[in-house]
């Protein structure tokens, strides 16, 4: 962290919150204890029933880690704050830290009958988070926090990329009403291609 940086500061206090909210998300995971362990077999049968969850937790992992780096390379492009800029991003960190608790009724709910609220609450603060991210890039071009031309063009095509995750992840919710467990599945894939994209991208 360094003094010439004037965004140290907060972009500190992000880490922070994204580190608590990545820790949050393993909290959940633990074998109940009504259920009954005498051998190795009822052991095995414990940690398969535990496996939604712990796919829930990798999936929302996917989803902080990426908007994590997305965060990082935001900050890279602008070399001042403001006070709108500032409020969007707590915006941005409110979607974050909320992720943990729509993660821990989809590990409970997603193969039951009932799934369906859990995935729209999943899929609806991903939409929230879209809409945050169009707050964030319009209080850098609204407050000309960009550091030069070619900054701009890029917070304009992550105003755009926002647009677009709030868009179809709401309609996504509202199809998660009849297709929770297809949705769950399309926000899997959704969420993988973007961590390999970006891998893809950063490597080039």
Not at 30 to 59: G, Q, R, Y
Not at 74 to 101: C, D, E, Q
Not at 118 to 147: D, H, M, P, R
């Amino acid at each position: 962290m360094t003094s010439r940086n004037p965004n140290s500061r907060l972009e500190a206090f992000c880490d922070g919150v994204f580190a608590i909210a990545l820790t949050l998300l393993i909290i959940d995971i633990k074998i109940p204890s009504t259920i009954e362990i005498k051998n190795t077999a009822d052991f095995w049968l414990a940690i398969k029933h535990i496996t939604p969850s712990i796919f829930a937790f990798v999936l929302s992992f996917i989803i902080i880690l990426i908007t994590w780096v997305n965060h990082h390379n935001s900050f890279t492009l602008i070399n001042k704050s403001s006070p709108l800029f500032i409020y969007a991003n707590g915006f941005l960190l409110l979607t974050v830290v909320f992720i943990p608790f729509p993660t821990s009724l989809l590990g409970e709910h997603l193969l039951s009958n009932h799934a369906s609220p859990a995935v729209i609450l999943y899929t609806a603060i991903i939409a929230l988070q879209g809409f945050a991210w169009v707050l964030l890039s319009s209080a850098s071009l609204k407050n000309e926090l960009a550091k030069n031309g070619k900054a701009i063009e890029q917070i304009e095509i992550n105003r755009k990329n926002g647009y677009i995750t709030f868009i179809v992840y709401s309609i996504l919710a509202i199809i998660s009403f009849w297709f929770p467990f297809t949705i769950a599945i399309i926000t899997t894939l959704t969420s993988v291609f973007w961590l390999f994209y970006g891998v893809e991208m950063k490597h080039e």
